[in-house]
């Protein structure tokens, strides 16, 4: 398609509790991007991977966030043990190419709401 | 490190007013800048996407520039109408050494168009 599908829209998850997030790329964007909004605007990278494999995941807290994009499957986030500062929009987005030279950019998708209670 | 930064972050202007919205980088050595458009409780929509060998892009009423010298970018937006109500960031990609990376955000600026 050429929407980058976010599942669920909202999740809500007691403390403790797992949290798994879902993206669809665009048919044909090999690249996917994984960010945490917080406070309003604040967009925070967490980890991008080329197909299937993990690309850079510098921004990925190690403890409890782990992530997967499996050959004919959706990506997933998941969060284990989540915790009240978990809450947050969870954007992922796609991108076809990251050739300095790309002219298309990066599409995101709507976003998945967590909240942790 | 890449900085990217907005002002105003907040900005209220009647009906039929153009304006100019500012993002400001830190490194102007960018492959490019892209301009995005949140509204409230939805995702990101892409407006204008400017290669660092432009100097700006125009879609309909919206026309963004680029001045990587100075590390600026406006975006234009003409004759605005209370539709144009939303938070706008721009972002820039960080550099892999030859390919693109993860975007650095700006953290937006909040207009409201008033009928």
Redesign the interface.
């Known amino acids: 398609g050429e929407e980058v599908a976010q599942t669920p829209k909202h999740l809500v998850r007691g403390e403790g509790q797992k949290a798994k997030l879902y993206c669809a790329p665009i048919k044909g964007h090999s690249y996917v991007f994984w960010y945490q909004q917080v406070l309003k605007n604040e967009f925070k990278f967490l980890i991008s991977f080329q197909n299937e494999n993990v690309f850079d995941e510098t921004g990925m807290p190690k403890e409890r966030f782990s992530a997967k994009c499996l050959p004919n499957s959706p990506c997933s986030l998941e969060i284990q043990a989540t915790k009240l500062e978990d809450s947050a929009v969870y954007f992922c987005a796609s991108s076809q190419s990251i050739s300095a030279r790309d002219r298309d950019g990066y599409t995101f998708g709507s976003g998945t709401r967590l909240t942790v209670v | 490190k890449q900085e990217v930064t907005q002002i105003p972050a907040a900005l209220s202007v009647p009906e039929g007013e153009n304006l100019v919205l500012n993002c400001s980088f830190t490194d102007s050595a960018i492959?490019?800048l892209?301009w995005?458009r949140?509204d409230p409780?939805?995702?990101?929509?892409?407006l204008l996407?400017i290669?660092s060998s432009q100097r700006e892009q125009t879609s309909g009423r919206l026309n963004a520039s680029l001045d990587k010298s100075s590390g600026r970018s406006t975006l234009y937006i003409a004759a605005s109408q209370p539709g144009d109500s939303a938070?706008y960031?721009c972002?820039v990609?960080i550099d892999?050494g030859?390919?693109?990376?993860?975007?650095i955000?700006?953290?937006?600026t909040k207009l409201s168009v008033k009928p």
Request: no cysteine; hydrophobic share 25%; proline share 4%.
């Open positions: 492959y490019n892209q995005f949140q409780g939805k995702g990101l929509t892409s996407l290669q938070t960031l972002a990609p892999y030859g390919s693109q990376g993860n975007l955000f700006g953290k937006g």
